[in-house]
């Protein structure tokens, strides 16, 4: 059974899973700033679970380098004896902010090396492009084979991934389905939206389908007014996966059972 919090509207997760307790991208307080405040600054719509309330859990991870996954505020306000995993360009961020946290880098797909811990194994699927924006999708496979698919930012997969892949058990596919875009110059499609999740559904073929990183947030600066958003309809996703779908709409936990 995999048991799942939201901690905010947009992509930060408790999650519980055969023994295991996680926290995934928590950004739980103060804004995003991405570089500059006059470039991207943003708020959640909703407060998000203080740090203080937290569930407990046995370490963080990190899929992403950038403040709205790697938020380093809220890190510093959770207990700093708690592990980190991270993907590559967010470990490289965080070795250089925390020096003396017990930060482990999550390896790339492509190597077959993985990141073991209570018998299970994490993965980093690199998108294969060297400049930024760089979005990684996560893997965490449990010790019976089944594998959670972690892809805030949606993710396109190569032919020999999608073979490999193939052979997995997927129990749950985490992706956006919002459509964002921007100037190429300035990160392009950031979000590739419902009918990308939809692919990756008929690639994956996951046993659940949960949306996360779809928070409309309230937002200032140069990015909130060039970006072209089309957030999600819902019953429109229903329509898409049917069963497969399953609407966290608050801060409940909500648990799924084969």
Avoid at 17 to 39: H, M, N, T, Y
Avoid at 149 to 178: C, N, S
Avoid at 231 to 248: H, L, N, Q, W
Wanted: charged content about 20%; aromatic content about 14%.
């Amino acid at each position: 059974m995999i048991s799942l919090q939201r901690l905010t509207l947009d992509s930060s997760w408790f999650f519980e899973w055969q023994g295991i307790r996680a926290i995934i991208d928590p950004w739980l307080v103060g804004p995003e700033i991405d570089s500059f405040s006059w470039l991207n600054k943003q708020w959640h719509q909703l407060d998000p679970v203080a740090p203080q309330l937290l569930p407990e859990f046995q370490f963080v991870l990190i899929s992403q380098s950038y403040e709205d996954h790697c938020h380093l505020q809220t890190l510093s306000e959770i207990d700093q004896a708690i592990p980190i995993f991270a993907s590559g360009k967010a470990y490289d961020k965080l070795r250089k902010h925390f020096r003396s946290r017990h930060i482990s880098l999550i390896p790339e797909f492509a190597s077959g090396e993985s990141l073991q811990y209570e018998g299970f194994k994490f993965q980093a699927i690199h998108p294969g492009n060297w400049l930024d924006p760089i979005y990684f999708a996560i893997l965490i496979t449990s010790p019976g084979g089944e594998t959670i698919f972690y892809a805030p930012h949606g993710f396109h997969l190569k032919k020999w991934q999608q073979d490999v892949l193939a052979e997995r058990d997927i129990a749950m596919l985490f992706t956006t389905f919002t459509d964002f875009r921007l100037p190429a110059i300035m990160g392009g499609h950031v979000n590739p939206g419902l009918d990308h999740a939809r692919w990756l559904e008929q690639v994956l073929n996951p046993r659940w389908i949960v949306n996360t990183h779809d928070e409309e947030k309230r937002a200032a600066g140069l990015v909130s007014k060039l970006a072209k958003v089309k957030y999600p309809d819902y019953e429109e996703a229903s329509s898409f996966f049917g069963s497969r779908f399953r609407e966290i709409p608050d801060y409940g936990l909500y648990k799924f059972s084969p």
